[in-house]
Nanobody
Framework: QVQLVESGGGLVQAGGSLRLSCSVS????????MSWHRQAPGKQRELIAR???????AYADSSKGRFTISRDDAKNTVYLQMNGLKPEDTAVYYC???????????WGQGTQVTVSS
């Protein structure tokens, strides 16, 4: 059974920081592209950062320069360090694993991030 479990969300003031974690089990983490997405109320889910097995990264314009994605293959965990948070960053943040071996995507349950002004 594949499981992605996010943690680290919460309420923070504008300008603050949060670190999200996503622990993965049930697939070979070393063969997974990992990404973070978010969905604000009334909006579509959007990709904000992605990291490949070789640790190459890519960011959406909205997160570039403020957010950093990283992975710890020994812990089967991907992180999203978010600095300089803004009220418009308020959303449910989801972790996604694209398992290269079978071509399937897996999602976590999401963690709420709320940024107050």
């Amino acid at each position: 059974q594949v499981q992605l479990v996010e943690s680290g969300g919460g309420l923070v003031q504008a300008g603050g920081s949060l670190r999200l974690s996503c622990s993965v089990s049930g697939i070979n983490f070393d063969f997974s592209d990992m990404s973070w997405h978010r969905q604000a109320p009334g909006k579509q889910r959007e990709l904000i950062a992605r990291i490949e097995p070789n640790s190459n990264t890519a960011y959406a314009d909205s997160s570039k320069g403020r957010f950093t994605i990283s992975r710890d293959d020994a812990k089967n965990t991907v992180y999203l360090q978010m600095n300089g948070l803004k009220p418009e960053d308020t959303a449910v943040y989801y972790c996604n694993a694209f398992y290269i071996t079978n071509g399937r995507h897996y999602w976590g349950q999401g963690t709420q991030v709320t940024v107050s002004s």
